[in-house]
């Protein structure tokens, strides 16, 4: 029988398994995709744990990841787009891609780019459209200065080179070991801790957006210490702080659709969006893979790959 990842209860790693399920069946305008490539999520962890209860509740048991690639299997009825064979990208929003089969909305899928890596297409949507909307949301022109904490984070990573590509400098809050890799891709990287304001401020005459993928009171240095406007800061990890300042908070929700997730599987196909791979875990190790999304200090995607 095909493998899937469950959990039973809300709480820590030791809460996953991956158990034996039926194989899904593909309805009306769905797809069955073999899965090569799942990456996973901090926000995934989250819900996990139980702290997004309230927003996103889990039934139990519950499957979880929405990032995916694969190989379709077979096409419902009424799908046109894709034929058995296919290698696709995509989501789904069952909670249900970390599993070796997984039905997916045909609308929510895309044609791989042959030259774009299986694990790369397994990352491009919760990730990259939480980038897109995130750079979408401080409306960079060029010219502009913004500055990018957790710069070379999964999310981060994707940021900074958004935010290049639309002509903005970029100023990145990354620890020392991933400053040549900020520095390779045209980002200026600054070391986070103390005296971090004042860094700043050396590193620009003036400082127009900020993009905050780390939370900690970056959203607060932003405002205060910086002078920036909050219609120009985006957090997609301090939601207090959107209350308190009224700074936006758009991510993933505001551009996920298929058609963002093939702009940026384009770009990775032309050279003009690179996806760090951190690490690649095989699905029944899928508690080492949360182990090391949970630790926060990964420079680029963790990813499963059944």
């Known amino acids: 029988m ?11 790693i030791d809460v996953l398994h991956v158990v034996d399920v039926p194989l899904p069946e ?4 769905q797809v069955l995709v073999k899965v090569k490539a799942a990456s996973v999520n901090p926000g995934e962890a989250r819900i996990r744990e139980g702290a997004m ?3 996103f509740p889990a039934t139990f048991p519950s499957g979880e990841g929405s990032d995916l690639a694969g190989v379709v299997e077979r096409v419902g009825p009424g799908v046109t787009d894709f034929a058995v064979g296919d290698e696709v990208a995509g989501f789904t929003n069952r909670r249900a891609s970390h599993a070796e089969y997984v039905v997916a909305e045909a609308a929510d899928l895309i044609q791989k780019p042959a030259n774009v890596p ?12 939480t980038a897109y909307a995130s750079v979408r949301a401080v409306a960079l022109k060029p010219g502009d200065t913004v500055v990018v904490s957790g ?16 002509g903005a400098e970029v100023i990145g809050i990354a620890s020392a070991s991933n400053h040549d890799w900020l520095t390779a891709h045209g980002v200026k990287p600054i070391a986070y801790g103390d005296g971090l304001a004042e860094r700043l401020r050396e590193a620009a005459d003036r400082i127009d957006a900020f993009i905050d993928t780390y939370g900690g009171g970056y959203v607060k240095l932003a405002i205060e210490e910086l002078g920036v406007d909050p219609s120009r800061i985006n957090t997609i990890a301090d939601f207090a702080a959107i ?3 009224g700074v936006k908070g758009e991510g993933s929700g505001t551009a996920a659709t298929a058609e963002v997730v ?16 951190a690490a690649t ?8 893979a949360y182990e090391q999304v949970e630790r926060r200090h990964t420079h680029g995607k963790i990813v499963l790959v059944p």
């Open 151 to 166: 710069a070379a984070g999964g999310v981060g990573s994707l940021v900074v080179q958004l935010a290049k590509n639309a």
């Open 2 to 12: 095909p493998k899937a990842v469950r959990f039973n209860e809300y709480g820590g």
């Open 26 to 29: 593909a309805g009306d305008g």
């Open 281 to 288: 875990f095989p699905l029944d190790e899928v508690r080492a």
């Open 262 to 277: 093939g702009e940026l599987a384009s770009l990775v196909a032309r050279g003009e969006l690179e996806v760090p791979i």
């Open 53 to 55: 209860h309230a927003m």
């Open 243 to 245: 209350g308190t300042y």
């Open 118 to 129: 299986w694990e790369v297409a397994g990352s491009l949507f919760v990730a990259g459209t």
